[in-house]
């Protein structure tokens, strides 16, 4: 019998393992691709404490080799339903069921694509969706921030401290994000705002060196020669299997605090999928270790 399933094997969930397997929990890793999560498609991670450079890829790897050593298992499969009835969690999958008496969702979140036909080609090669993690590898360059909520804001000004220019790309011409950061950004003369527009094509050979955006409400088509293109147009949570399992925010994250702990007895939420501000390797990682250690105090208290 399982003490506790995982969902996910994301960065959250594999160190969710690796502390579940240490304090003793017979553990179920569910997992419906690589192993590894977001970070994988990263071939630079430069900001994991004392780690100074390395891939996602390769992070990931280690982090599911010292799960799988300490005794983790793991399935790879899909996970379509969850139901929870006398203290037991039923996890349905496209190949099957698992029960155990705890449960951490660790299903993390995706970023919102533009959707543009290079987009994926570009990745890691020009176009990211963090500038927390990648903002240092455009230092003294041209890049463009794409949205108009608060993280594109916040983007844009941590990218004016780092890179010769900031277009920040909004397709309206107002911002959804905070009028102070709108402010705070006209302050800085190598922000230059393109409003009413939207990014149509990407170009460049083995990277990018372009975004062409339109104006439109003009048709005015412009070229901005940019090394890096920060998409901020959201994300979104991988939660919708579990949405009826405990209360969830207005954008689909799992309610919990700090401790990882949601309005259900035994549920944990770990890394991005839940409600937070900082959605980093380092906090989902945190966030694991905590799920894990409250899962096994919550199997013992009952
Ligand atoms: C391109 C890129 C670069 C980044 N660079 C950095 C960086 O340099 N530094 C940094 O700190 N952060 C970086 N981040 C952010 C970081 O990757 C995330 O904060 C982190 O991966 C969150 O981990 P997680 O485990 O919560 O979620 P995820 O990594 O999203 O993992 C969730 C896992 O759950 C699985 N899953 C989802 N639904 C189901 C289901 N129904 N059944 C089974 N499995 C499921 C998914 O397949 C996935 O493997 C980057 C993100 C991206 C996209």
Redesign the pocket.
């Given at each position: 019998m399982l003490d506790l399933i995982i969902?996910?094997?994301?960065?959250?969930?594999?160190s969710a393992a690796i502390y579940a397997t240490r304090a003793g929990l017979s553990t179920l890793v569910?997992?419906?691709?690589?192993?590894?999560?977001?970070?994988t498609?990263?071939p630079?991670?430069?900001?994991?404490p004392g780690i100074p450079h390395t891939s996602?890829a390769e992070l990931a790897q280690g982090m599911y080799q010292q799960a799988e050593d300490l005794g983790a298992q793991f399935a790879f499969?899909?996970?379509?339903s969850v139901e929870e009835e006398g203290g037991l969690y039923t996890v349905r999958?496209d190949a099957g069921t698992h029960t155990a008496p705890a449960l951490i969702l660790?299903?993390?979140?995706?970023?919102r694509p533009l959707g543009l036909a290079e987009e994926q080609r570009f990745?890691?090669r020009g176009v990211?969706?963090?500038a927390?993690?990648?903002g240092m590898f455009f230092k003294g360059r041209p890049v463009a921030v794409v949205g108009g909520g608060n993280t594109a804001l916040e983007d844009a000004e941590v990218l004016a401290g780092i890179c010769s220019t900031v277009y920040l790309v909004h397709r309206r011409d107002q911002f959804r994000g905070e009028h102070a950061q709108v402010e705070r950004l006209r302050t800085h003369a190598n922000v230059e705002f393109v409003l009413d527009s939207v990014v149509t094509a990407l170009e460049g050979e083995d990277k990018l060196q372009a975004a062409v955006v339109e104006n439109r409400k003009t048709g005015e088509v412009r070229r901005l020669e940019v090394d890096g293109l920060f998409v901020a147009v959201g994300q979104i949570p991988?939660n919708q299997?579990f949405a009826h399992l405990a209360e969830t925010d207005a954008q689909g994250y799992l309610k919990a605090g700090e401790d990882c702990r949601t309005s259900r007895p035994g549920l944990f939420a770990?890394?991005?999928?839940r409600t937070k501000t900082v959605?980093?390797?380092?906090?989902?990682a945190a966030?694991?270790a905590v799920a894990a250690l409250g899962a096994a105090e919550y199997l013992r208290s009952r």
């Open positions: 969902v996910g094997a994301g960065t959250a969930g594999l569910i997992e419906r691709a690589m192993y590894g999560g977001q970070i498609v990263s630079e991670v430069d900001n994991y996602g499969e899909t996970v379509e999958t660790a299903t993390g979140a995706q970023n990745t890691g990211s969706y963090c927390t993690c990648d991988q299997p770990a890394g991005d999928g959605r980093q390797l380092v906090t989902a966030d694991g």
